[in-house]
C-alpha cells in the first residue's frame, strides 16, 4: 500500500475516499482523536466538574468513546467518568457485550453501572416480544427497545448524579436517523437530532454525541488499531429495522458518491436552527405511573407497558 499523505513516513492503513487522503496507524488514531475533540469543543458537550455517564453496551463506538474520552480528559481531574450498561434482555446478544463492558471499564478504572429491563419494567425484551405477538399494531423490536432504553439510561444516569449522558451515536447513526425521521415526516423528532440534546426537565440529563463526526467503519478500525477489545455481535433484530434498510442503502450511495454522508449531516446541521426555532419544544410533564419526564400525562414506556397488561 501507499505512504501516508500526512506523515509521508510510514505505509497507509486506510485510504478515506471521502477526502482522498491515505493515513498510517499513528496518523489515523491521531485523526480520530482531533475529530472528537473538535466535537467536543465545537458543541461545548463538557463542562468543568461534569460527571459524566457512558451508555456502555460493550460494541466497538461505546467502548471505543469510552477509550477516547478516558484519554482526552485525563488531565482533568474535575471531571468523572461512569459507565452504564442497559441490558434488555436479548439472549445470545447482550449477554455476550456485557462481560466485555465490564472489562473495558475494570481496565480503565471507570465505575461501571448495570442496570436491567428486567428490574425496572418487570420484562426481558425477548419476553416482551412473544408477549405482544398477538397485539393488531404490534411495535418492532427497536421500536419497544428504544424507549424503553432512553427512559432507563436517562433515569440511571440522574440517580447516579450524572451531569451529562454521553451515546456512542457515529456518522452513520446520525445520519440514518435524519433519513429516517424525514421519511417518517416526523420532523418535531429531528428537531431534537442536534449534537447535544440540552435538558427540558430537571429529570432529564443532557445528552452528547462526541463520535458523530467519525463515520462507523472508522470506528471499528480505530478499535481494531488500537487493539480494544469490542463485542462485534449483531442484535438479532437489528435485520428487520428500518434502519437497517436505511444503513444499506446510504452505504451504497457512499460507494458511488464519497462524501454523501457528510453532505447529508453539514446540511442537517444547517437546518436544525431553523427546526428547533419552528418546533420548539413543549413543556414536559411528569409521568403520572412512573413520574419520568412526558410530553403527555403518561410516558410512552409505561403507556407500552399498561398496553400489555390489558
Ligand atoms: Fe434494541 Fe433494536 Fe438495537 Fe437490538 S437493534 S439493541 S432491539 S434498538
Ligand atoms: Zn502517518
Ligand atoms: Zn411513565
Same mark, same amino acid.
Request: no cysteine; hydrophobic share 20%.
Given at each position: 500500500m501507499a505512504l501516508c499523505n500526512l506523515c509521508e513516513e510510514h505505509e497507509a492503513v486506510v485510504w478515506r475516499r471521502y477526502s482522498g487522503v491515505r493515513l498510517c496507524k499513528s496518523c489515523f488514531t491521531q485523526s480520530i482523536e482531533q475529530n472528537v475533540k473538535r466535537t467536543i469543543r465545537r458543541h461545548a458537550m463538557i463542562s468543568k466538574n461534569d460527571r459524566i455517564a457512558l451508555g456502555l453496551s460493550g460494541g466497538k463506538d461505546s467502548v471505543s468513546i469510552m477509550h477516547l474520552l478516558n484519554q482526552i480528559t485525563e488531565n482533568r481531574p474535575d471531571i468523572e467518568l461512569i459507565a452504564i450498561t442497559i441490558d434488555e434482555g436479548i439472549k445470545d446478544y447482550r449477554n455476550e457485550s456485557i462481560p466485555i463492558a465490564e472489562k473495558n471499564a475494570k481496565q480503565l478504572g471507570i465505575e461501571h453501572k448495570i442496570v436491567s429491563f428486567k428490574e425496572? =419494567?418487570? =420484562?426481558?425484551l425477548d419476553d416482551l416480544l412473544v408477549l405482544t405477538?398477538? #397485539?393488531? !399494531?404490534r411495535l418492532k423490536a427497536c421500536a419497544y427497545c428504544g424507549v424503553f432504553r432512553r427512559s432507563l439510561l436517562n433515569r440511571a444516569a440522574r440517580e447516579l448524579g450524572a451531569t451529562k449522558v454521553v451515546t456512542g451515536h457515529n456518522l452513520d447513526d446520525d445520519v440514518q436517523a435524519i433519513l429516517m425521521n424525514f421519511m417518517r415526516s416526523d420532523i418535531e423528532r429531528e428537531s431534537r437530532l442536534g449534537p447535544k440534546t440540552e435538558p427540558r426537565h430537571s429529570k432529564l440529563v443532557a445528552r452528547v454525541k462526541?463520535? !458523530?463526526? *467519525?463515520p462507523e467503519r472508522e470506528v471499528a478500525l480505530y478499535a481494531l488499531l488500537n487493539e480494544i477489545e469490542v463485542h462485534l455481535g449483531e442484535c438479532p433484530y437489528a435485520g428487520e429495522s428500518f434502519r437497517q434498510v436505511i444503513r444499506n442503502w446510504l452505504n451504497e450511495v457512499e460507494v458511488k458518491y464519497p462524501g454523501t454522508k457528510y453532505s447529508i449531516l453539514r446540511g442537517f446541521d444547517k437546518l436544525l436552527p431553523t427546526l428547533k426555532e419552528k418546533f420548539g419544544h413543549p413543556p414536559l410533564q411528569e409521568c403520572k405511573y412512573c413520574g419520568e419526564p412526558t #410530553?403527555?400525562? *403518561?410516558c410512552k414506556a409505561c403507556e407500552l407497558l399498561q398496553k400489555l397488561k390489558t
Open positions: 425496572t =419494567y418487570g =420484562y426481558i405477538k398477538s #397485539q393488531k !399494531r462526541p463520535l !458523530r463526526e *467519525v #410530553q403527555y400525562k *403518561v
